[in-house]
């Protein structure tokens, strides 16, 4: 996969960073971060514009994670209707998910991006939660300016040391975003756990 993103970029250029990134945001299985720390070392090299590679990849990203947003928006609900029960997820935990993301979840859609796999699914959950287009928008953009920004300047700077500083910040990122999600988990559990004893 390493070989085809640097292929990718080679060719195609800045039309690549920006493919490659609306797919990738979307769910496809391409490794975000290597992409955009190889462009930034492009960059360094001088085979692409420092300010245009962050453009290609800033619209990469809005598109990807846009479209992503369409889709919760247009499908989620009915999914959620359908297979919901499956999953135990009854209207009454739907509605109170609902009501978290519209007082919290808007950050995670700045955050998310900068932990790999949130920010597949955060983007269409909002959709679901029929979050405002505009309020999604001014924290999903932003945040793929801040993501975007930061490994493609990150590639940059590191120069001839982007292939192995990259690879080493993914795997910190991989492993924070695993501890993130167990602490979720217990934190949930624990919480079912006590409202089971008070019942």
């Known amino acids: 996969m390493k070989q085809l993103i640097m292929h990718l970029v080679v060719s195609y250029g800045y039309f690549g960073i920006f493919g490659a990134l609306v797919i990738g945001i979307f769910g496809a299985p391409i490794p975000d971060e290597l992409l955009l720390t190889y462009a930034g070392y492009l960059s360094f090299k001088g085979e692409m514009r420092l300010h245009l590679a962050i453009l290609a990849a800033?619209?990469?990203?809005?598109?990807?994670?846009?479209?992503?947003?369409?889709?919760?928006?247009?499908?989620?609900l009915y999914l959620f209707e359908k297979y919901g029960r499956f999953l135990h997820l009854?209207?009454?935990?739907?509605?109170?998910?609902?009501?978290?993301?519209?007082?919290?979840?808007?950050?995670?859609?700045?955050?998310?991006?900068?932990?790999?796999?949130?920010?597949?699914?955060?983007?269409?959950?909002?959709?679901?939660?029929?979050?405002?287009?505009?309020?999604?928008?001014?924290?999903?953009?932003?945040?793929?300016?801040?993501?975007?920004?930061?490994?493609?300047?990150?590639?940059?700077?590191?120069?001839?040391?982007?292939?192995?500083?990259?690879?080493?910040?993914?795997?910190?990122?991989?492993?924070?975003?695993?501890?993130?999600v167990a602490a979720v988990a217990g934190w949930l559990i624990v919480r079912r756990l006590r409202r089971k004893g008070k019942g």
């Open 58 to 76: 800033f619209l990469g990203s809005v598109c990807g994670i846009t479209l992503s947003y369409g889709v919760g928006r247009s499908f989620g």
């Open 90 to 180: 009854t209207p009454e935990r739907m509605g109170k998910a609902h009501d978290w993301f519209g007082r919290y979840g808007k950050w995670t859609l700045v955050a998310g991006y900068f932990v790999p796999g949130v920010r597949h699914l955060v983007a269409c959950l909002a959709g679901t939660s029929r979050l405002k287009f505009f309020t999604f928008a001014l924290y999903a953009y932003a945040g793929g300016f801040l993501w975007a920004c930061s490994y493609v300047v990150f590639g940059y700077f590191m120069g001839k040391d982007w292939s192995r500083l990259s690879e080493e910040l993914h795997r910190h990122l991989l492993l924070g975003s695993l501890v993130v």
